[in-house]
């Protein structure tokens, strides 16, 4: 880009010197030159915030990843932002058996719904990943959840339908697929559901 911003100002002041008296200064070289260095203070801030952002970026990524004091286990990672509400110590100890590919928290124990499980710390919600459906939905997965009394969704918007056809079309993951108008946006709920005595 600074290449660019240099080359037309060069192709600029040369056209504006051919056209000014020789020995005298055309004060729209001047002016021309005074704009050229204010377009590159510009993109040298640009670049530079640019830079921050990737490494704000890069710090996330390895925070999401790491697995933290705060992580559920090494397999199951909580995203910074998500606040870490207690959830079910018996959900809590089946999540701790998971040995599948590496899960993002996203949303954890939630007060705002009486009839949900995230108001009880029995369900979190994760990031749609598809590697991570996959094995949940693989008979060794099924197992798991079978065993621990777990429950998917692959939850989605009604009004954003498109975004699950993936797995609205597909006979292996179609069952497992719910959508709610309240929903904020396409991720995985895995809900703990204790069978009655």
Request: glycine share 4%; net charge positive; aromatic share 6%.
């Given at each position: 880009?600074?290449?660019?911003?240099?080359?037309?100002?060069?192709?600029?002041?040369v056209?504006?010197?051919?056209?000014?008296?020789?020995?005298m200064?055309?004060?729209?070289?001047?002016e021309?030159?005074?704009q050229?260095?204010?377009?590159?203070?510009?993109?040298?801030c640009?670049?530079?915030?640019?830079?921050?952002?990737?490494?704000?970026?890069?710090e996330?990524?390895?925070?999401?990843?790491?697995?933290?004091k705060?992580?559920?286990?090494?397999?199951i990672?909580?995203?910074?932002?998500?606040?870490?509400?207690?959830?079910?110590?018996?959900?809590?100890?089946?999540?701790?058996?998971?040995?599948?590919?590496?899960?993002?928290?996203?949303?954890?124990?939630?007060?705002?719904?009486?009839h949900?499980?995230?108001?009880?710390?029995?369900?979190?919600?994760?990031?749609?990943?598809?590697?991570?459906?996959?094995?949940?939905?693989?008979?060794?997965?099924?197992?798991?959840?079978?065993?621990?009394s777990?429950?998917?969704?692959?939850?989605?918007?009604?009004?954003?339908?498109?975004?699950?056809?993936?797995?609205t079309?597909?006979?292996?993951?179609?069952?497992?697929?719910?959508?709610?108008?309240?929903a904020?946006?396409?991720?995985?709920?895995?809900?703990?559901?204790?069978?009655?005595?």
């Amino acid at each position: 880009m600074k290449n660019i911003i240099n080359m037309i100002s060069s192709i600029l002041l040369v056209t504006y010197l051919g056209m000014s008296t020789v020995g005298m200064i055309d004060p729209r070289i001047i002016e021309l030159k005074s704009q050229n260095e204010m377009l590159i203070a510009q993109l040298n801030c640009a670049e530079e915030e640019s830079n921050n952002y990737k490494n704000l970026l890069q710090e996330w990524s390895i925070n999401e990843l790491i697995a933290h004091k705060n992580a559920i286990t090494n397999r199951i990672t909580i995203l910074p932002y998500v606040k870490r509400k207690e959830i079910h110590q018996t959900f809590l100890k089946k999540l701790q058996t998971y040995s599948g590919p590496t899960m993002i928290v996203t949303s954890m124990t939630r007060e705002d719904n009486l009839h949900s499980n995230h108001h009880d710390g029995n369900a979190i919600d994760l990031r749609l990943d598809h590697e991570v459906v996959s094995y949940l939905c693989s008979r060794e997965g099924k197992e798991w959840m079978r065993e621990h009394s777990l429950r998917l969704l692959i939850e989605g918007n009604s009004n954003d339908k498109r975004s699950l056809s993936r797995y609205t079309k597909s006979r292996k993951y179609r069952k497992f697929v719910m959508l709610n108008p309240k929903a904020s946006g396409k991720h995985l709920h895995l809900a703990y559901k204790p069978k009655f005595e």
